[in-house]
């Protein structure tokens, strides 16, 4: 078998390396205007790398579906629209890379690339996902016009792909045989419930099911496994990756109440929050779990998770530190940042996944506000 970490069409068994609870790291002072100077550098590095046709790729050209998606909503949630700010054309520019590749039947990207056409659900979740957060602040009425015909389709598509049991796999249900994954049902889910919070019509029922499916993975020590088995989710097969991924679908569909929810968040404590930075795919695992960890703040951990311990548990201020300080000391000369451990989907995804988590704070998208 080939290493899990070189493509994204094994991003959910990287996801499932066993790991040992390292000791929880205290976290150190973090200095503001080194992240900042560090976003700044980041954001730069992104303009230089976009290509001419409007997209970004990793090494080889690979992914640019996907690439794209990540890139746009960095530079999103720097501030700029396709209108307005610093990356408003390299914004522009992405918005009509996917309106001039978006397949007949609502697929985006470009399945005819090697290294998506075997894995395309990737880039079309991640794509609708930037797009939604375009669609939602458009103002000029002949863009908003286009972004709702492609949305409506690309969800159309994705609606059309899902599997029995509720969840997505590389390819649609139809294409695959009906196997599915959390990874890409986590991407397929947060772009979904984004349309929709965007004002694009989505069938309740699709999410719905969504959310099930995530909840029959789930083993008794809360965390997912790889794939759906009828014989149940079984305790040791549990995947940290995809189960912060789900911690962050579950915010983006408003479960904090739900007792899986918590679960989740447990189970990630030890798998994730207290591994922080040791567990060789933490861009993944840390593109959502980061999302979570902001959303439940320094208190809210303690008042929905876990009321009867002693202390919060977990704060955002806490992982800010632990994360921003990681990215400070990881940021290549060029401005970017390099993926960890051996996982090879290359520097757009790893700088993307860094300022998206540095930039929740200015709360400049709708979709990763409190």
Request: charged share 20%; hydrophobic share 35%.
């Amino acid at each position: 078998m080939p290493s899990a970490f070189r493509t994204l069409a094994l991003v959910g068994l990287a996801a499932c390396v066993p790991l040992a609870v390292a000791q929880e790291k205290k976290p150190q002072v973090i200095d503001q205007k080194r992240v900042d100077d560090s976003i700044a550098r980041g954001l730069e590095y992104l303009r230089k790398t976009q290509n001419a046709d409007g997209s970004w790729a990793s090494q080889g050209g690979m992914y640019p579906t996907t690439m794209t998606g990540m890139a746009g909503l960095a530079l999103l949630m720097e501030g700029s629209t396709c209108r307005e700010g610093k990356y408003a054309e390299q914004i522009s520019k992405a918005v009509d890379w996917y309106l001039k590749r978006s397949q007949p039947n609502g697929l985006l990207g470009t399945p005819q690339n090697p290294t998506e056409g075997s894995r395309y659900t990737y880039g079309h979740g991640y794509g609708m996902l930037f797009l939604a957060c375009v669609y939602g602040e458009e103002e000029d009425p002949a863009t908003r016009k286009k972004l709702e015909t492609l949305l409506k389709k690309a969800v159309d598509f994705s609606c059309k792909a899902v599997t029995k049991h509720g969840g997505w796999g590389y390819v649609s249900a139809a294409e695959g045989g009906g196997f599915d994954e959390g990874s890409t049902t986590v991407t397929q889910l947060q772009a979904l419930r984004a349309a929709r919070n965007a004002g694009i019509p989505v069938p309740k029922e699709t999410i719905d099911n969504a959310i099930k499916y995530l909840k029959m993975c789930t083993t008794p020590r809360g965390g997912l496994i790889y794939n759906y088995s009828p014989g149940g989710a079984q305790a040791g097969s549990e995947c940290p990756g995809i189960t912060a991924a789900a911690t962050a679908s579950a915010c983006s569909t408003g479960m904090y109440k739900d007792k899986y929810f918590g679960m989740w968040v447990k189970y990630c404590k030890d798998s994730v929050y207290r591994n922080f930075g040791t567990n060789g795919h933490d861009e993944y695992s840390n593109l959502y779990f980061g999302q979570t960890m902001y959303m439940l703040g320094d208190d809210r951990y303690q008042s929905l998770i876990d009321p009867e311990s002693k202390d919060a548990g977990m704060k955002w201020s806490d992982y800010k530190k632990m994360a921003f300080n990681n990215f400070l000391r990881m940021q290549s000369a060029d401005g970017g940042w390099q993926p960890s451990g051996q996982w090879g989907v290359g520097p757009i995804f790893a700088t993307a996944t860094a300022l998206i988590l540095m930039q929740q704070e200015k709360e400049q998208v709708p979709f990763f506000q409190r």
